[in-house]
């Protein structure tokens, strides 16, 4: 079970070689060119001239800025952009788009992944989380096939309630257009922690905003064990600036890793779930601030950053604390604070669930959806079980409040949904 998001106000803080593994992803080095900000554009706004190399770079630029102004307000207008074309075929483009802000400084650098396209001897932009991106990159030479599928959960138009993208014939924008995120009631990630599977490290910092002090509060901060930094989940992974890898999962997310020493450079190379990104550390290339090596674990939907809050890192739930940097995690009952260590379980899948007996060692499995069917054995806080199928049966109340659904595991029991943290309210695998 998973209780409804309550209405909370937010607030927010900010030397080894490569690994072998690295080096056998065909891993390319991300080539570009980098231009100072014209004049304030609108997000319609095209430079005429594209067969001279900078225009290509001075639209992106254009777009940058007025997609800073509309993320960060004025305050991104005097952010140095880094714009870094990864690809060029013909009349089409891709690369990154960063504002970079200065190192030291409590303000974190913005990014977004970027395509382009020359039509009528002019460049078209579209960034992540807006309409075209998805339209224009399903058709785009440089984007790969294996890319198009998670770049179409990237268009930005997914609000609370689940609306749909837009349809795949719809006339290709601009670039601009509305940006949202939401879980819309999913806060399933399928994600691990960002380090191997087997070992405990420090969050050192629990729910805060991927820089500065304003909402959402969409990183945590991890340092410890080996410090080697790994992809929570399989997708495609993207160099944004020295120290800073953004790796696009699918369902609309991607995590951003932060402060990294001897990161990876890659331009969309598919990794799997803990690919090595590089080590915890301190780097401040792009801007920011780090006291103490550790990785920035920045987590975005549809385009923007997300809150953390109640999205699953593995078998933890993550939870808001008072104020920025304190918060929890919980696996099962067990709750532990910023601070604390935390082991990497491994993944949780999206026919998952973990255990939560409410402060309790055991919860009881029945032979049917309710407490009038025998009592068949017992599970423990904390554990992961499968859900087949689940039903209506007798109403329990767990810690996310009351219920009536009942799980049916894979072993043939039922158990009360209020004892299971899904990430879901409802059924995450259809009704038997």
């Not at 650098?109 to 396209?117: N, S």
């Not at 058709?139 to 890319?147: C, G, H, L, N, T």
């Not at 599928?149 to 509305?178: I, S, V, Y």
Request: proline share 3%; net charge positive.
């Amino acid at each position: 079970m998973f209780h409804r998001r309550r209405p909370a106000a937010r607030r927010i803080r900010t030397g080894s070689a490569l690994l072998a593994l690295a080096a056998a992803l065909s891993l390319t080095g991300a080539a570009g060119a980098s231009a100072a900000a014209p004049a304030p554009a609108r997000a319609d706004t095209v430079l005429a001239g594209a067969d001279r190399a900078g225009d290509l770079s001075e639209t992106v630029t254009a777009r940058l800025r007025e997609r800073g102004r509309a993320t960060l307000g004025a305050a991104a207008d005097g952010d140095r952009a880094k714009v870094d074309v990864t690809r060029r075929s013909g009349d089409w483009a891709f690369g990154t788009a960063v504002l970079a802000t200065e190192p030291g400084s409590e303000r974190m650098p913005e990014g977004w992944l970027f395509v382009a396209e020359r039509r009528d001897g002019q460049w078209k932009v579209a960034m992540e989380g807006e309409e075209a991106f998805a339209r224009i990159s399903r058709r785009s030479a440089v984007v790969e096939d294996r890319e198009k599928p998670l770049f179409a959960a990237q268009d930005g138009r997914r609000k609370p309630g689940g609306a749909a993208a837009p349809a795949a014939d719809a006339p290709d924008g601009d670039g601009a257009g509305e940006v949202g995120t939401a879980a819309a009631g999913d806060y399933r990630t399928g994600m691990a922690l960002p380090f191997s599977t087997g070992q405990t490290w420090t969050m050192t910092g629990g729910p805060h905003g991927w820089g500065g002090s304003a909402a959402p509060w969409s990183s945590v901060d991890f340092a410890g064990g080996d410090q080697a930094v790994r992809a929570t989940r399989a997708g495609t992974a993207y160099t944004m600036c020295t120290g800073w890898v953004r790796v696009v999962h699918d369902r609309g997310y991607a995590t951003d890793y932060y402060h990294l020493w001897n990161s990876v450079n890659v331009n969309g190379a598919a990794v799997s779930g803990g690919t090595f990104l590089g080590y915890t550390g301190t780097d401040v290339t792009c801007g920011g601030s780090a006291t103490g090596r550790h990785v920035h674990l920045g987590l975005r939907q549809n385009g923007a950053y997300v809150g953390m809050d109640e999205h699953n890192l593995g078998k933890w739930v993550v939870k808001n604390g008072g104020s920025a940097y304190q918060g929890s995690a919980m696996h099962g009952s067990r709750r532990v604070y910023a601070g604390s260590g935390v082991y990497n379980y491994g993944a949780l899948g999206f026919t998952q669930g973990i255990v939560d007996a409410n402060d309790t060692s055991t919860v009881n499995k029945r032979s049917g959806p309710g407490t009038g069917y025998a009592v068949v054995g017992s599970v423990s806080d904390g554990a992961t079980v499968t859900v087949s199928c689940s039903s209506n049966g007798t109403s329990h109340t767990g810690r996310w409040g009351a219920t009536s659904l009942w799980n049916k595991l894979s072993d043939g029991t039922w158990i009360s949904d209020a004892y299971l943290w899904t990430g879901v309210n409802g059924a995450i695998n259809g009704y038997c």
